[in-house]
């Protein structure tokens, strides 16, 4: 078990958004969760990495996550590069270790040309590349993706499901949060969350 949600609630001022929500997600699974805009599900995403807590309920995880938020929390002063650096500190990764994992996400998503640009000169969907290389850094066992294809080009986004494929045949517990779902087939599991639960 890598992730395991018992009975979480939470409410905004006496509304509540999320009612009695229970998930637990294995390793080398993809999930995901659809549900309307405000149904709670960046609520939810929030609450399983720690940025917010419920109020009542439980969360248990086994190992390292990573959060893709579905607002990038990218710093516009300085560059692609300086970002690495910065998260390898906050994740305490080696600089070979690091070095490796970057060259492998620029090579990836296609984005080296970008390595000393600083973010506020970016694209959208550059900035999304680089809030996903990000989550992807320290290489956690359960990696939380909040709309994480918004803005990318067709060929990112077949990367993307590239990507998902290689980390879930790593063992990687990968919950995928979305309003909209086309590639089903992909997922071991879709939950729909509504009036605060998923089904
Ligand atoms: N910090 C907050 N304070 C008060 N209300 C909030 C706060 N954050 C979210 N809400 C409310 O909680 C509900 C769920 O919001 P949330 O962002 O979790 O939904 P969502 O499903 O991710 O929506 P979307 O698809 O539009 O991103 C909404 O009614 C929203 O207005």
Known sequence: MILKLENIYKSYSKKPVLKEVSLQLEAGTLTGIVGENGSGKSTLM?????????????VHKNGK?????????????ITVQEHFRYFSA?????????????????????YRKYYNTRVNNLSGGTRQKLNLSIA????????????????????????????????????????????????????????KLENGTLK
């Open 46 to 58: 929030r609450i399983i990495a720690g940025d917010i807590s419920a109020n009542r309920g439980k």
């Open 65 to 77: 996550t990573g959060y893709c938020p579905q607002e990038a929390i990218l710093f516009p002063e």
């Open 90 to 110: 906050a994740y305490n990764i080696e600089a070979e270790v690091l070095n490796v994992r970057v060259e492998e996400l620029l090579d990836h998503f296609n």
């Open 136 to 191: 992807l850094l320290h290489e956690p066992e359960l990696l939380i993706l909040d709309e994480p294809y918004n803005g990318f080009d067709w060929d990112t986004y077949l990367k993307f499901w590239d990507y998902t494929k290689d980390l879930k045949e790593k063992g990687c517990s990968i919950l995928v949060v979305s309003h909209l779902i086309n590639e089903k087939k992909k997922f071991d599991r879709i939950y």
